[in-house]
């Protein structure tokens, strides 16, 4: 059975509106596809996160211990995906990738959040990722896909279907430095997926078809990244 490591933004996860269905609705499509697929579930942060962060950071913090209060902010997101998920998660909720991998392939979905300072939990799934030696990773994220700047933003972005690694890599470098798409994916993930050529599908992470598509490798919306 393959496995694939599903990258879940927090901002998609817990949006803050109609949260339970979408948990439940998400939850409904993960148990169908772990009958086809080893998944492992990375959840992100969302708006909770941003509030400790940026509050703490007011408050004066240093960058360490405001990473600190993200993880635990995905860590909550991801006990209520655990929650909806009920018996077909994984009861441990992983602090390391090295846990995650040894609990892994124990059957039920592993659900975590964030380990440790310094990265996102899209750098996470990457490793997960490359260490379980997943078919891919899906992004599953607020932007429906890779552009070449904010959509939002400029009316001629270029939007992508596919690109290489190298391609995703130089995008998502270049958004560290200017106003880029900072959501497509974390610039560490990026290079880790890129070393070890592991696909990387970004799609519209309220779009369950879109998800479900993406795990299963099957044409999406979204953008491909494969070499
Ligand atoms: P997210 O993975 O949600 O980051 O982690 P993000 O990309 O900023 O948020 P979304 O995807 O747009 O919602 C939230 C924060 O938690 C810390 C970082 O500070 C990150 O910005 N974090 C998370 C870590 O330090 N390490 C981790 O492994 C995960």
Aim: hydrophobic share 40%.
């Amino acid at each position: 059975m393959d496995c694939v490591v599903v990258s879940l933004g927090g901002s998609i996860l817990v949006p803050g509106e109609r949260d339970v269905e979408h948990f439940s609705g998400l939850a409904a499509l993960m148990r169908s596809l772990a009958k086809e697929y080893h998944l492992v579930l990375v959840c992100g942060g969302g708006k909770v996160a941003r509030y400790y962060i940026s509050t703490g950071r007011e408050l004066g913090a240093p960058r360490e211990k405001l990473d600190e209060m993200g993880i635990e902010a995905t860590r909550l997101n991801a006990r209520l995906l655990q929650i909806a998920l009920g018996n077909d998660a994984a009861d441990s909720l992983p602090r390391t990738v090295d846990e995650a991998v040894r609990e892994a392939r124990k059957g039920r979905i592993l659900v975590m959040g964030g380990t440790s300072p310094g990265h996102t939990t899209d750098a996470v799934a990457a490793m997960v990722a490359l260490r379980l030696g997943a078919a891919r990773i899906v992004n599953a994220t607020s932007v429906d896909a890779a552009y070449s700047t904010d959509p939002r933003k400029h009316a001629d972005a270029e939007r992508y279907s596919r690109l290489t690694h190298k391609q995703l890599f130089h995008l998502v470098d270049k958004g560290l430095h200017s106003a880029g798409p900072s959501d497509v994916f974390d610039r560490a993930g990026a290079e880790v997926a890129m070393r070890a050529n592991i696909p990387i599908y970004i799609v519209n992470g309220r779009d369950l078809g879109e998800v479900g598509a993406a795990v299963r490798g099957e044409k999406i919306k979204g953008t491909v990244v494969a070499d």
